[in-house]
């Protein structure tokens, strides 16, 4: 599955954002997805995940409240909803994928990446 994010941008402080990802190549109904992100000096980390059928997610505890992820199997599409944005939200944003059999909440294993999408957040 090939994966491409979108919806990157510069936005202020308490701003919102919505970041998509497309599948291509096969049906996203058989993965889960997650949304990772960078920030410069820092090791990536796990943002949130959901599970292949959309009844299951997971958040970081920095997003938890603020973020939400979603999925739309028939469009292929994955979603950030990001509210309440912060500086320290500042990062590059990737969607990934790995197999259904998986945990979907482990941070392991996303094998399938997306080209990542910036986001800046200014105060």
């Known amino acids: 599955v090939q994966l491409q994010a979108s919806g990157g941008g510069l936005v202020q402080d308490g701003d919102s954002l919505r970041l998509s990802c497309a599948a291509s190549?096969?049906?996203?109904?058989?993965?889960?997805v997650a949304w990772f992100r960078q920030a410069p000096g820092k090791e990536r980390e796990l943002v949130a995940a959901?599970?292949?059928?959309?009844?299951?997610?997971t958040y970081a505890d920095s997003v938890k409240g603020r973020f939400t992820i979603s999925r739309e199997n028939a469009r292929n599409t994955a979603y950030l909803q990001m509210n309440s944005l912060k500086p320290e939200d500042t990062a590059v944003y990737y969607c990934a994928a790995k197999y259904y059999s998986d945990s979907y909440s482990s941070a392991l294993g996303y094998d399938y990446w997306g080209q990542g999408t910036k986001v800046t957040v200014s105060s």
């Open positions: 959901i599970r292949w059928s959309g009844g299951s997610t």
């Open positions: 190549g096969r049906t996203l109904s058989s993965y889960h």
